[in-house]
């Protein structure tokens, strides 16, 4: 099975991501801009994700929920950069719990025999933005995400 990559320099605003997964480039792509595929993915496997509006466009905007079985709720939101193509996607992306700590994230999509490599730099304000959101759990919620993504794929594949 394919394993998420997630690098953290010392010193260093960036998080890199990285992971392949055994699917078209098209069909990752479709997976990061179609809200019908995305609320199926994203997320922890014990969260629920609802999306409140998702325009995947120059300029568009996007803001979605996790909601835990307690009832807790986790907003985000952000706006896309530049028009979304199967080559890269660029978008910032905001907790509301924590507002002002934003960060630009760039998908870039690379198909090589069938797969395609997702690579994805976010870059935060500050180191201490960056830590932040380390020690919030994200690793954890990337690779549950990675990992539901990648099951997504092939069951789309298969038909």
Do not use: C
């Amino acid at each position: 099975m394919p394993e998420t990559v997630i690098t953290a320099e010392p010193g260093s605003s960036l998080i890199t991501i990285t992971r392949d997964f055994d699917a078209p480039r098209e069909l990752v792509f479709r997976a990061h801009v179609d809200p019908d595929l995305l609320v199926r993915w994203l997320g922890p496997r014990e969260l629920k994700m609802a999306v409140d509006h998702y325009d995947a466009r120059n300029g568009g905007t996007y803001r979605y929920v996790h909601r835990d079985a307690q009832g807790g709720e986790y907003w985000f939101r952000g706006v896309f950069h530049g028009d979304p193509s199967p080559e890269a996607l660029v978008q910032t992306f905001e907790f509301e719990g924590e507002p002002g700590h934003v960060s630009l994230n760039v998908l870039t999509f690379a198909e090589h025999n069938g797969q395609t490599r997702l690579h994805t730099v976010a870059s935060f304000p500050s180191v201490a933005d960056r830590d932040a959101i380390l020690e919030s759990g994200m690793s954890r919620g990337v690779r549950d995400s990675d990992e539901r993504l990648g099951e997504l794929l092939a069951r789309l594949q298969s038909g």
